[in-house]
């Protein structure tokens, strides 16, 4: 079944990714028009990246050339109190807009979820407004109370954290937040975290990238003793996104994990402090392994969250009635189909990784410290990865539900076993009550050692490095630029003088931003294209040639929160619900392959169906010196922006002036725009030159003058 999204409109269409919350499944995005919405599921991030990036290019395709804003929010729906024992979950909205929703919970001690959400590319909005239900069985849940945050209370990119009042049904919420008890009314503790960023066209961070792209170890060196451990981990997360999409991210960590290894005599502490290089491998192993981690761990998982067994092997922490013996049985299962899945998935290791540790061991043979590779190794992959995702799966997007008591002692004890065979060492001392693991422990260390290498052979050939979640580069460029002009400031007069031409390319950069308009402007929704083109024209032009374009690899993804990379593709298969502020999980029916499904939510069952065009994976077109470009519609992307740029820079030869030219430009290439989905509509099929398009019309037109 054919289906197509219309994407003119009198107001620009809203892409935004729909939280599995909703919609009962992941990887799903709407579409908002001005007369219907359409919901779409893609098979994996990948996937969900790329239909993204291309429909924004359809909608808006000079989107990198000028000033945009990117309105983030962060919501952090920690707990609740003074609640009755019963089931409850919280809703969040954004105006009247249903967003997302947490876990149900029992109240026991506490009623704790510990959930976050977050939201990029938002539009315009007023207040959040988080509702708390209590679950009834067989019937609809009953609202306990909700509270209101005013936006204009907020101040930009501070964390506000308070427990907030639960205004009962027909009372009004209050916006204001208390950090003690008020009596003995519901309360729910939120922290809210609001960001602008004002990115600048992607060609004024030429000169910026290209210095982080040679001397990013050395700015790091720089900077290591003025940072704080959140600020090198937001630095190392900016870093590596950016340098990512470059192919430098492995040599960049390569060395900065060098650096740490000559500063450190004692290769036990190595990977255990809270320095760049561990917080940068750290994320790194995040932003490129999660699909492997999910693949690897998920069952047993799974498997532990829904087993009724009791795990406990500590005497004295025991309860009345259970059998020691059996527990004991029961972990030894447990760690055993852990380290069974750990060990077997070492051919799906990513190659990106594969090659990082290959070349560390490499590095550290080479300075005669050869016996300190499998510390780094172990440190990396157990100590920073499947260990914390074994202890906190949902941190990892492993589970959604935060572990009760019972599960959570399981999974610390699989942990701290796999951890300390990860460490060669076997139990004893404080953990005699673990000394039931030492034949384990000592069994397995051969396979150990097996497993490291192998993760760390070298990679035979060229690879094309994994695609990351997220990965809008203007976005990062503009918050690093923000993040070292604060901290620039704070250095010394030596320490400045040995980043060289840093705080000349950033205080270029900050006077292109002061003739811009500030975050008080964000452009509201009802804004077209073309005011919001008007508004931040005031830039002066840069010229930049199809090369620059190409290895500036301009890119825009959006997403509403962190989640996991994937190198699955697929099509996407659409499915509807009644409004965009639905209340119940969408259903979806996912077609055969190669077929998408839709409706319009208007409300009449036999509308036709339509969808947009799949293009099989191989016919992509590819970035010369990048990665692949998806490119659902087939009329944008990478070929039409290169005769976007020929007809740019012939028609500035023949008027004689860049503004001239640009708007003409522009103006041509939304008519085009709007002529081939026109045609598209109501032809159903879309011309492939500017000819074609001419002829056609005349061809539409004597018919039509005919009837």
Partial sequence: MIWTVYLGSDSPPLIRVVHPSLSGREHCFCVETSNRNS????????????????????????????????????????????????????????????????????????????????????????????????????????????????????????????????????????????????????????????????MLPLNYYESLLTYLTSSSVSLCKVLESYLNVRQKEELANLLLRVLHDFQKARDFLEEIVMLDVEKTEDASLLFRGNSIATKAIDLYMKL???????????????????????????????????????????????VDKAWALILSSYPKFPLDLRELFSRIRVRCEETGRGDISRNILSGSIFLRFFCPAIMSPSLFNLAEEYPDERISRCLIITAKVIQNLANFTKFGGKEEYMSFMNDFVETAIPNMDLFLSKISEPVDGEFRSAEIYNSNIGHHLSSLHTFLSEKIDTLSEADREELGALPSILLKLDDLCENIPRHSSFLPAA??????????????????????????????????????????????????????????????????????????????????????????????????????????????????RQIHLQRQSATSLATGGDVDAAVLSEKLTVLRH?????????????????????????DLSLALSRT
């Fill in 288 to 334: 490129i392994g999660l699909p492997y981690l999910k693949k690897t761990l998920s069952m047993f998982i799974r498997d532990v969250y829904y087993n009724a067994q009791d795990f406990e092997v500590d005497t004295t922490r025991i309860a009345a009635g259970e059998d020691f013996t059996t527990n004991q049985q029961n972990m030894r299962m447990k």
């Fill in 527 to 640: 804004e077209s294209a073309q005011d919001r083109r008007r508004k931040t024209g005031s830039l002066p032009t840069i010229s930049i040639n199809e090369n620059q374009r190409h290895d500036l690899k301009i890119r825009s993804y959006s997403s509403c929160r962190e989640k996991s990379t994937s190198n699955e593709s697929g099509a996407a298969s659409g499915y509807h619900g009644n409004t965009a502020s639905s209340r119940q999980p969408l259903p979806v029916r996912t077609p055969p392959e190669g077929e998408t499904e839709s409706k319009d939510n208007s409300g009449d069952e036999s509308a036709r169906r339509r969808s947009l065009p799949v293009v099989p994976e191989e016919s992509i077109p590819s970035i010369p010196g990048g990665r692949q470009m998806s490119d659902p519609t087939s009329y944008t992307g990478t070929p039409h």
């Fill in 39 to 198: 919901y779409l599921a893609c098979k994996s991030d990948l996937e969900l990246n790329r239909w993204i990036d291309s429909l924004q290019h359809v909608i808006d395709p000079l989107k990198e050339e000028r000033v945009q804003y990117d309105q983030s929010l962060t919501v952090w729906i920690t707990e609740a109190k003074h609640l009755p024992k019963k089931r409850f979950f919280a809703e969040l909205f954004l105006d009247d807009m249903f967003c997302c929703r947490t876990v149900t919970k029992p109240v026991t001690e506490m009623l704790f979820w510990g959930e976050h959400f977050k939201f990029w590319d938002l539009r315009t909005f007023h207040k959040i407004r988080v509702v708390l239900k209590r679950e009834n069985k067989n019937k609809k849940a009953a609202v306990v109370g909700e509270t209101e945050i005013c936006v204009a209370d907020l101040t930009l990119g501070t964390e506000h954290e308070h427990w907030y009042n639960l205004a009962g049904p027909g009372q009004k919420p209050s916006s204001s937040g208390s950090s003690g008890q008020s009596g003995k009314e519901p309360q729910i503790r939120l922290k809210v975290k609001l960001q602008i960023l004002t």
């Fill in 674 to 698: 709007a002529i081939s989905s026109f045609l598209l509509t109501h032809i159903g099929r879309r011309p492939d030159t500017d000819d074609e398009i001419i002829e056609t019309l005349k």
